[in-house]
Nanobody, 126 residues
Framework: QVHLVESGGGLVQAGGSLRLSCAAS????????MGWFRQFPGKERVFVAA????????YYADSVQGRFIISRDNAKNTVYLQMNSLKPEDTAVYYC???????????????????WGQGTQVTVSS
């Protein structure tokens, strides 16, 4: 099994920045696609960003493109989400997810991911 733990959430003013971290353990980290999703109150989890095991390819939701950057450090078994120019509508619980890459997987679909962290709250004030 793969265990994921998120950290770095908190309260920030609109226009500010935060960096989320997700530490992984249990299996070989470099073989996994890593993703970030977020969940608004009363809503389904939605895609934010994903990165392939090699770090060569990244994917972003239109709502965060140009503002957020996903990266990974396989030596530390950690994936990051750098969030810049934050808006109040970014307020949500952010979840880290992981899965072995499949030939036809769709990175933005939450059902593609097998492992999930507990989530970290991000609140952006006006």
């Amino acid at each position: 099994q793969v265990h994921l733990v998120e950290s770095g959430g908190g309260l920030v003013q609109a226009g500010g920045s935060l960096r989320l971290s997700c530490a992984a353990s249990g299996r070989a980290f470099s073989n996994y696609v890593m993703g970030w999703f977020r969940q608004f109150p009363g809503k389904e989890r939605v895609f934010v960003a994903a990165i392939r095991w090699s770090g060569s390819s990244t994917y972003y939701a239109d709502s965060v493109q140009g503002r957020f950057i996903i990266s990974r450090d396989n030596a530390k078994n950690t994936v990051y989400l750098q969030m810049n120019s934050l808006k109040p509508e970014d307020t949500a619980v952010y979840y880290c997810a992981a899965t072995l890459e499949s030939p036809r997987m769709i990175y933005a679909w939450k059902d593609e991911y097998d492992y999930w962290g507990q989530g970290t709250q991000v609140t952006v004030s006006s």
